[in-house]
């Protein structure tokens, strides 16, 4: 079991800039989550998976973005034109088909926008 | 919509004693699942401590247990002989249950808490 793995850890962009994270689930976890936190706040949903199938997208989801799960594996987060406002960290977390209350996370990737 | 409160930003303890951690949630639902998560600096939110909703027992995992009151929609998270790796922001976090259909696996998140520890 290595852990929710993410990818990049950090990441400075332009504002109007395209940028994608990765994110690897644990071995066999067929749900995968997104969530953004600020500074100072919880985390909030973005949006999961199940298996390659997304289920819901949060409000918090523009039309800037863009999540997939081709193949019911690995999933990337997309942000297009990126703005100020962007700036966070995004959360992946994934949780067990047989204890779906079990969601573990990785350790995020660090988008600053300038 | 449920929500989750942390009325404390930040909390302090003496290394060995005890701090308690306050949340309170509002739900409509019957059956859910209640977290507290530890976020330290290097920022990997760790599961702490899990408590189902139609359990009247409150969950204990060594160190740390909670006082959950359902009624009131409360769940403390208490941290008793505190220890310095303790520091970190602690969030309690709300989940429907399986049977919540497609909702289920959105945690809510409340604001954190800030705890540190003083040796």
């Known amino acids: 079991d290595t852990g929710v793995s993410q990818d990049p850890r950090h990441k400075i962009t332009k504002r109007g800039q395209n940028v994608t994270f990765r994110c690897d689930p644990i071995s066999e976890h067929n749900r995968l989550y997104w969530y953004r936190q600020t500074l100072g706040q919880g985390p909030e949903f973005l949006t999961y998976?199940?298996?390659?199938?997304?289920?819901?997208k949060s409000r918090l989801l523009s039309d800037r973005f863009s999540a997939e799960r081709p193949k019911g594996s690995f999933s990337t987060l997309e942000i297009q034109r990126t703005e100020q406002g962007d700036s966070a960290m995004y959360l992946c977390?994934?949780?067990?088909?047989?204890?779906?209350?079990?969601?573990?996370f990785g350790e995020g990737s660090w988008l600053t926008v300038v | 919509a449920q929500t989750v409160t942390q009325s404390q930003p930040e909390m302090s303890v003496q290394e060995a004693e005890t701090v308690t951690l306050s949340c309170t949630y509002d739900t409509s639902e019957s059956d859910y699942y209640l977290f507290w998560y530890k976020q330290p600096p290097s920022r990997q939110m760790i599961l702490v401590i899990r408590q189902e909703a139609y359990k009247q027992q409150n969950a204990t995992e060594n160190r740390f247990s909670v006082n959950f009151q359902k009624a009131a929609k409360s769940f403390s998270l208490k941290i008793s002989d505190s220890q310095l790796g303790d520091a970190a922001m602690y969030f309690c976090?709300?989940?429907?249950?399986?049977?919540?259909?497609?909702?289920?696996?959105?945690?809510?998140f409340g604001q954190g808490t800030i705890l540190t520890v003083h040796p």
């Open positions: 998976f199940q298996n390659e199938a997304q289920l819901e």
């Open positions: 976090a709300y989940i429907t249950s399986p049977a919540g259909g497609t909702s289920y696996g959105k945690l809510t």
């Open positions: 977390a994934s949780s067990p088909r047989d204890r779906r209350n079990t969601i573990y």
